[in-house]
């Protein structure tokens, strides 16, 4: 079974989640789990942060149509600003999820083996799948990418709690 590595400071957790731009999969995963830590009363535990492996689109809110998803569904997909995931991240950060295999050995390769998960691993219906980039399909991509999403995220509240917890 898939864990979180460890929280670094006591009672505090940070999450990142990494895909190639930063305009698609990890600010929607970002906005979903921001969301439902709200709902756990997680909130003002854990913070929530979301880059890209390239310099693409640094700066930029949201692909449009993952922000059309998301604001469907009742998520603020507004705040979002594009960044790329930089060295100072694996000190920082707990955990990276990155969002598919490439991203998980790009992450890898930049030092983080111990604070590296693949996001998939955690998805209850299909655990180790990879999530599939949606920017050069039709809207129907988005929404996919966006269940995967939803039901990962739900699954990872529980592995967030335990971490809090040092378990």
Do not use: K
């Amino acid at each position: 079974m898939t864990t979180l590595p460890a929280a670094r400071l006591p009672g505090r957790y940070r999450i990142a989640f990494i895909c190639s731009g930063n305009i698609c999969r990890s600010p929607s995963a970002d906005v979903v789990l921001e969301h439902l830590l709200g709902e756990h009363d997680l909130g003002d535990r854990v913070e929530v942060v979301s880059g890209g492996i390239g310099d693409w689109h640094v700066g930029n809110p949201m692909d449009p149509r993952s922000a059309v998803a998301l604001s469907d569904r009742g998520y603020d997909p507004e705040r979002h600003r594009a960044q790329q995931v930089g060295p100072g991240w694996f000190e920082r950060d707990d955990v990276l999820l990155a969002m598919d295999r490439g991203h998980h050995d790009d992450l890898v390769r930049l030092g983080g083996a111990d604070r590296v998960r693949l996001f998939g691993d955690f998805d209850p219906e299909t655990p180790g799948v990879e999530v599939p980039d949606p920017y050069y399909g039709g809207g129907d991509g988005f929404e996919e990418v966006l269940d995967m999403i939803e039901r990962t995220c739900r699954a990872l509240v529980p592995h967030i709690e335990r971490a809090l917890a040092g378990r």
